[in-house]
């Protein structure tokens, strides 16, 4: 979002302590090799993982792209030291990784990993704003070796990479639906894994799939922020043995991310089970949730997809342990892999279809209180595909895997079911009111296609269907609540019941960009949602429509809602409505603005029967002091009659 009041630069500031034994030097000849940008805890920070043929103290070097002489780093690059370890013994070598800080917004920057005189080549990456919409593009399984053909399931993962930056050069997050490799332990396809250098420029939030947790090398390429490594959340319940695990959790630009371990679904090999993952889950969301509009919960193993891994007792298991939570917590979207197809749910709330109305393949979702969207992932190499998978006789909620009354073709929980046998990926438009998620096709029944290189069935045709076509596309629209949230960018919605009703779809109610006035303040203006008032009670007694809004927050960020003010109106005549005075910002008269209840609408005792309806001009004054963000807040509406 655009700024106000001046940003705070922030410094690069260097990690302290690489924990390694030898010092590095000038002599030093490791080989470096398999590096990767991965997600910091927010957007000014990433963390960069790599091996390292040594075990000899490692930094990352850091620096403006705009600051390279000659492709030369300056003497004033920043660095980062290094921690890690000894790899396993199938692996060889050292892992390393260092953390990132106090990136700047809007900035290209160089970086390169190693030692004075032993320095990788150097790669770049871009922030962009820390405020407001982006995007983030999520990628199925590209599990290298499972056609059994190296070279050719790297190919079509390089080339998904290539196609779907392209498509989007200013997509900031790479996600992950894990099974990044057959074979947890075989070094040999995590180097073709890691071969694309999409992988080095933005940064990738790695998941733990079935094909990846059998060995430390997934956690030796992918070190992770806020990571909870407790013997709970691995399937076995031994951190120390020769398997990966852990959930951890980042916020990036207004969402929460969550990614757990979805291996660990049960205790009887002596992990903690779903229920490990439901606590953590809670928590986080308790403990964070507040500072984001947006919760996305990633796990490799679909709850509801599409083919034969849809029917797998684990996936049953799931779908009784968690969709309940999920909808308690308000998260807003799951998005998984495992099954190698696409699908998307229709609104799921407590493990059942939330609207039984909803159409299959709409273009517009409003899932309402509790209500989740499930995506599921195709391959994004091409190296498997999953058929799509007949509904049963099961029951048609829960657990079952019953048929659509409305589609009975499909599964009673997916509102789209596809495979093509081609490569796609999906692309997650994040919006101030709206998520927008289409699934985009990144190949076609041409080479890279490991699977049908190989003999298997393609129905694509390029013609109609060729790369960077729509196989599916839906617009989510949050539910509000009973409120109506206000939301206004500052530069660098109503609980209660009675006779009345938001006028319409009660949408975010969107005050733009404050202007700045001579760096004294910031104003927006803008329009409450409409509120219809009826009344046909025979006593005519007497009525009032108030409100009140709380502090607007962006985080950790806050400014008190006795800035805005506003000028009630009646828009449409009717039950002897009649507006309440204006109150004005507090900026204007050092009042208590709307942070008090203000009156709306009223109507003596007496008043004529019939329907009124309200509205009000939102004036807000901010100080030039506030920070800069995208800030939000709820104003409550609180009706009485005598």
């Known amino acids: 979002m655009a700024a106000g009041a001046t940003a705070a630069v922030l410094g690069l500031a260097a990690a302290v302590g690489s924990g390694l034994g030898t010092s590095a030097s000038a002599a030093d000849s490791s080989t470096l090799t398999g590096i990767i940008l991965g997600v910091g805890a927010d957007e000014s920070q990433r963390i960069v993982n790599w091996y390292s043929s040594a075990d000899t103290a490692q930094l990352v070097q850091l620096t403006p792209t705009a600051s390279l002489v000659n492709g030369e780093f300056p003497a004033n690059a920043v660095t980062f030291d290094a921690i890690g370890g000894a790899n396993i013994a199938s692996s060889g070598g050292f892992n390393r990784h260092a953390t990132i800080t106090g990136l700047k917004e809007g900035t290209a920057y160089s970086y390169r990993v190693g030692s004075e005189g032993n320095w990788s080549p150097a790669y770049s990456f871009k922030t962009q704003d820390f405020e407001g919409d982006y995007d983030f593009l999520f990628f199925g399984d590209p599990q290298i070796g499972s056609s059994g053909d190296v070279p050719k399931d790297q190919a079509g993962w390089q080339e998904t990479l290539k196609v779907a930056t392209a498509a989007n050069p200013n997509a900031e997050l790479l996600v992950s639906g894990g099974d990044h490799v057959e074979t947890a332990g075989t070094e040999t396809q995590w180097t073709s894994f890691l071969a694309p250098d999409e992988l080095r420029q933005v940064p990738f939030a790695a998941t733990i799939g079935n094909h990846d947790v059998g060995s430390k090398a997934y956690e030796q390429h992918h070190f992770t922020p806020n990571t909870d490594r407790s013997g709970a959340l691995y399937a076995n319940g031994n951190p120390s043995s020769n398997t990966s695990g852990g959930d951890y959790w980042f916020i990036y630009k207004d969402v929460l991310f969550i990614d757990i371990n979805s291996n660990s679904y049960n205790t009887t090999s002596g992990g903690g089970g779903d229920a490990a993952h439901v606590a953590y889950i809670t928590d986080v969301v308790n403990k964070h949730g507040a500072k984001a509009k947006w919760k996305v919960l990633v796990f490799h193993h679909a709850m509801y997809s599409p083919a034969s891994h849809a029917k797998d007792s684990d996936a049953k298991v799931r779908r009784v342990d968690f969709p309940t939570v999920f909808s308690n917590l308000g998260i807003d979207m799951v998005m998984a892999g495992h099954d190698h197809a696409y699908s998307r749910s229709y ?291 609180t009706a009485l009659s005598s």
């Open 347 to 637: 609104a799921i709330k407590n493990g059942a279809k939330a609207n039984p109305d909803e159409q299959p393949g709409a273009a517009d979702v409003y899932p309402g209180p509790g209500g989740v969207i499930y995506v599921t992932g195709n391959s994004a190499s091409g190296s498997k595909y999953y058929d799509i998978t007949k509904p049963d006789s099961s029951a048609s909620s829960g657990a079952g895997n019953g048929a659509d009354p409305l589609n009975p073709d499909s599964f009673w929980y997916n509102s789209v079911q596809n495979q093509e046998h081609v490569r796609s990926y999906v692309k997650v438009q994040v919006r101030n009111d709206k998520l927008v998620v289409e699934n985009v096709r990144s190949g076609t029944c041409a080479a890279p296609n490991a699977s049908v290189e190989k003999g298997s069935w393609c129905y694509n045709t390029p013609a109609d269907q060729p790369v960077g076509s729509i196989v599916d596309k839906v617009t989510v629209h949050p539910y509000q609540g009973n409120g109506q949230n206000i939301q206004v960018n500052v530069p660098n919605a109503a609980p209660g019941e009675f006779g009345w009703t938001i006028d319409g779809y009660n949408g975010l109610v969107d005050l733009g960009t404050a202007e700045e006035h001579n760096g004294d303040y910031f104003s927006a203006t803008g329009q409450i949602n409409p509120i219809v008032v009826s009344d046909s009670r025979r006593s005519l007694a007497p009525w009032s429509i108030s409100a009140s809004v709380g502090d607007f927050r962006d985080g950790d960020k806050s400014f008190s809602g006795a800035y805005l003010g506003w000028t009630p109106k009646v828009l449409e005549v009717g039950a002897g409505a009649q507006a309440s005075g204006s109150v004005s910002s507090a900026y204007d008269d050092n009042g208590a603005g709307l942070s008090v209840s203000r009156g709306l609408g009223w109507a003596t005792q007496g008043h004529p029967r019939g329907t009124a309806k309200l509205g009000a001009d939102l004036d807000l004054k901010i100080p030039g002091s506030v920070e800069k963000g995208s800030y939000r807040a709820t104003l409550t509406i």
